[in-house]
C-alpha cells in the first residue's frame, strides 16, 4: 500500500497562469463572459492568493482607496524592459513610439529573447510589486527598476505584457467592480443570489480584495460580519432629485430633515487618535491636499475615533463669503498646498457621522446621528456642524430652500429623519431639491466619453470631430451611449481630450460599453464630462435605457460644462435610472 503524505504542497498560481486569465479577460467584448472567466479563475485560485488576485486583476496592489502607487514612469519601465531583455533603452523606446503600449512592446522582447518561465508564483510577483511600491530614498529609481527587470527576466511573453502594464497603470482590462462582486458570488458565494451580501460588505468596506479574502478563507457569514472601520472609507450616500417642495413631503413620508447643499468636494473624515485621514467622493485619499481641515478635525473632535461625511468649500476671509466650485476646485493640487491653504482657505460643513468612539452609527437613524452631531462637533470653526432641521411643512422647507438661494448656495438636501446610512445607495431615502430640479431640463447629466469620431476640415487638426458619450447602467455594470459631442468644447478642449484620448485608445469596443454607433476610436471609459443639454428625448440609435420595444434615451443639444473626472470615476457618472427620472421630472414642470 502506497503511503499517505503527511502534507500536501498547496499548488500555487503562477503568474503565468494569471497571465492567460488576463488575456482571456482582455479579448472579450462581452460582460457576461467577462463574469464567467472571473469565476473560473476565482475558482482555480487558491484561498490564500485570492485576495492579491483581485487586486492584481484591477492593475493595483492595495485597495482602490490606499494611495500605494507603484510609481514608475515610462522612462523607468523602459530601462527595466530593456536591461531584462538585453537591448538598449532607445530601442524600447522607439518600438514603444510606434507601438504606445510598452506592455506590448515587453511581450515582442521578451518571445525574441527566448525566455523560459521559472513558474513563479502569483504571490511573488505581487510581493515584489508591493516592494518596488514601497521603496523610498536614495536610490529608488534603480532600486525599482531592478525589481522588475528580475522580474521581466523570469516569466513568459505574455507575461511579460501584463506586468509591464501594472507599473505604469495602464492594464486594460477596464474591469468594474461590480463585475469582480459577479464573479466572487458566481465562483465562491454560492452564486447570485448572494450577490447583495458582497455588495454590502463592499459598500461599508471599499475593499474587493478584503471581501474576496473574508469569504474564501472564511465564509459568507463572516462575510456579512464586515463593518464601518476607520480608516477604510464607506461609499458615498447619494441623493434621487425630485421638483418640488409638495413632492418631496408626498414622497417622503410626511416629514423630512432639511440641510443647505454647498457645492464643494464631498470629503469623508477619518479621525484614529491623532491621525486624520480624509476621502474624496470616488474614495481617493485627499488628506495631503487639505492641512486646514486636518487642523480644524483635531482641534474640534474631541472623540478619539470617528468618521464624518462633509463638504469642503473654499471661503474668502475678507468678504466672508463663500466661493463658487470653480475657486473649490482649485483646492485639489499636489503641489504648493501650504500657500493654497493660506490663500484660499476651507470650511467643512459636517453633515453626517457614521462612526463614533469604536462604534458604528450607520445602522442609526438619521434623527439620532443628527444628535451624536452637534455632541461630537464642538464650535464653529475649520469645521461646521450642520444637524439641519425637522419639518412637515410645505411652506418651511420653500422659506429655507429660498433662503439658501438668497446666500449662494444650490438648494437643498432633504432627508428621510428615520433612515440610516445607506452606504452607497442613492434612493429617495435623500433628495436633492437644486435652483432647476422643476421645469425644463436644467440640471446636468455626467457623461463617460466612450470614443470619438474624427473631425473634418479644422477640427481634424485637434484630432476630434465629435465625443460618443455614455452613462451607466448600475444594473448591468455597463456604460450605454446617450450622446453624440460636438458643440461647447474650444480648441484647447479637443486638444486636451485629443492628448488624454491618444493614451487610453482601445483596440475593439470594451466588454462593458454597449453600443450601436461605432466611433472611429474607442477609448477606455474613465474620462468623466459634466454635459448640459436642453432636452433628455428617445432614440433608437441610443442604447441608455433602451429595451427589445422601447427606444434608448439621448440628449438634445448638448455642451461640455466641465470636466469632473478629478472627482468621479466612470461609474460615479449619472446612471440611467437617474436619466429616466430625469426625463420624467422635465415634464412635471409646473
Ligand atoms: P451625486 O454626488 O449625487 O452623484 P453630483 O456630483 O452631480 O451628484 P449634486 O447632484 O450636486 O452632485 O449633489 C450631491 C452632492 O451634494 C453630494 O455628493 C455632496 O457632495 C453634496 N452635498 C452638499 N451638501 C450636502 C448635504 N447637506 N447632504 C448631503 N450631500 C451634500
Not at 454647498?262 to 480624509?278: A, M, P
Not at 463663500?322 to 498646498?337: D, G
Not at 461630537?376 to 429655507?400: C, H, R, W
Not at 428621510?416 to 440640471?443: I, M, Q, T
Request: charged content about 30%; proline content about 3%.
Amino acid at each position: 500500500m502506497s503511503e499517505i503524505p503527511l502534507s500536501v504542497t498547496i499548488q500555487k498560481m503562477t503568474f503565468a497562469k494569471l497571465a492567460e486569465y488576463l488575456d482571456r479577460l482582455e479579448e472579450t467584448s462581452s460582460r457576461l463572459s467577462l463574469i464567467d472567466i472571473l469565476a473560473e479563475l476565482f475558482n482555480e485560485a487558491k484561498d490564500e492568493e485570492i485576495k492579491e488576485i483581485v487586486y492584481l486583476i484591477q492593475g493595483r496592489v492595495a485597495p482602490f482607496y490606499e494611495p500605494v502607487e507603484i510609481g514608475m514612469a515610462e522612462k523607468s519601465v523602459a530601462a527595466a524592459i530593456a536591461q531584462a531583455y538585453g537591448v538598449e533603452k532607445e530601442e524600447v523606446l522607439s518600438s514603444f513610439g510606434q507601438i504606445g503600449d510598452l506592455g506590448k512592446v515587453a511581450q515582442n522582447l521578451n518571445s525574441q529573447a527566448k525566455i523560459t518561465d521559472s513558474h513563479i508564483a502569483v504571490k511573488e510577483v505581487f510581493a515584489q510589486l508591493l516592494q518596488i511600491a514601497r521603496t523610498s530614498g536614495e536610490g529608488t529609481v534603480d532600486k525599482k527598476l531592478n525589481i522588475l527587470s528580475d522580474l521581466l527576466k523570469q516569466i513568459n511573453a505574455s507575461s511579460a505584457k501584463h506586468l509591464a502594464r501594472i507599473p505604469l497603470g495602464t492594464s486594460r482590462l477596464g474591469i468594474g467592480d461590480p463585475t469582480v462582486l459577479d464573479g466572487l458570488a458566481k465562483a465562491r458565494a454560492g452564486g447570485r443570489e448572494n450577490r447583495k451580501i458582497l455588495e454590502a460588505a463592499y459598500n461599508k468596506t471599499s475593499d474587493l480584495g478584503l471581501i474576496a479574502q473574508t469569504l474564501c478563507q472564511n465564509d459568507l457569514k463572516s462575510v456579512e460580519e464586515l463593518d464601518v472601520e476607520v480608516g477604510r472609507p464607506i461609499r458615498s450616500q447619494l441623493a434621487e432629485r425630485l421638483p418640488d417642495a409638495k413632492t418631496i413631503l408626498e414622497k417622503m413620508g410626511g416629514e423630512v430633515h432639511m440641510q443647505y447643499k454647498y457645492d464643494g468636494f464631498r470629503v469623508q473624515i477619518h479621525k484614529n487618535g491623532d491621525q486624520v485621514r480624509l476621502f474624496s467622493r470616488n474614495l481617493e485619499e485627499t488628506t495631503a491636499m487639505m492641512p486646514d481641515v486636518i487642523a480644524g478635525v483635531k482641534k474640534q473632535i474631541k472623540a478619539k475615533t470617528a468618521i464624518f461625511d462633509s463638504e469642503a468649500l473654499a471661503y474668502n476671509k475678507d468678504s466672508e463669503e463663500f466661493l463658487p466650485f470653480q475657486e473649490t476646485t482649485k483646492r485639489r493640487r499636489k503641489y504648493q498646498v501650504e500657500e493654497m491653504a493660506e490663500a484660499l482657505p476651507l470650511k467643512a460643513f459636517v453633515f453626517d457621522v457614521m462612526y463614533l468612539n469604536g462604534t458604528s452609527l450607520v445602522d442609526l437613524s438619521l434623527r439620532d446621528r443628527m444628535e451624536k452631531l452637534t455632541q461630537t462637533v464642538s464650535g464653529d470653526g475649520v469645521l461646521i456642524a450642520q444637524p439641519g432641521e425637522f419639518t412637515q411643512e410645505v411652506e418651511k422647507i420653500e422659506t429655507v430652500f429660498n433662503d439658501a438661494l438668497t446666500k449662494g448656495l444650490e438648494g437643498l438636501v432633504l432627508k428621510k429623519p428615520d433612515s440610516k446610512y445607506e452606504a452607497g445607495a442613492r434612493n429617495f431615502n435623500w433628495v436633492k431639491l437644486k435652483r432647476h430640479s422643476a421645469g425644463e431640463l436644467k440640471d446636468t447629466v455626467d457623461c463617460v466619453i466612450l470614443g470619438y469620431v474624427f473631425g473634418r476640415g479644422k477640427r481634424a487638426e485637434f484630432g476630434a470631430g465629435a465625443l460618443l458619450v455614455g452613462v451607466y447602467d448600475s444594473q448591468k455594470d455597463e456604460f450605454v451611449t446617450v450622446s453624440k459631442i460636438g458643440t461647447g468644447l474650444s480648441d484647447e478642449e479637443w486638444r486636451e481630450i485629443h492628448q488624454r484620448a491618444d493614451k487610453i485608445k482601445l483596440e475593439r469596443k470594451p466588454a462593458r460599453v454597449n453600443s450601436i454607433l461605432v466611433p472611429s476610436v474607442w477609448i477606455k471609459p474613465e474620462i468623466v464630462i459634466e454635459v448640459l443639454a436642453d432636452e433628455i428625448t428617445r432614440s433608437p440609435v441610443h442604447t441608455a435605457g433602451k429595451t427589445e420595444n422601447e427606444p434608448g434615451f439621448a440628449l438634445r443639444f448638448p455642451r461640455l460644462v466641465r470636466f469632473r473626472d478629478s472627482d468621479k470615476k466612470a461609474e460615479d457618472a449619472t446612471t440611467v435610472k437617474e436619466l429616466i427620472e430625469m426625463y420624467k421630472l422635465q415634464y412635471s414642470a409646473k
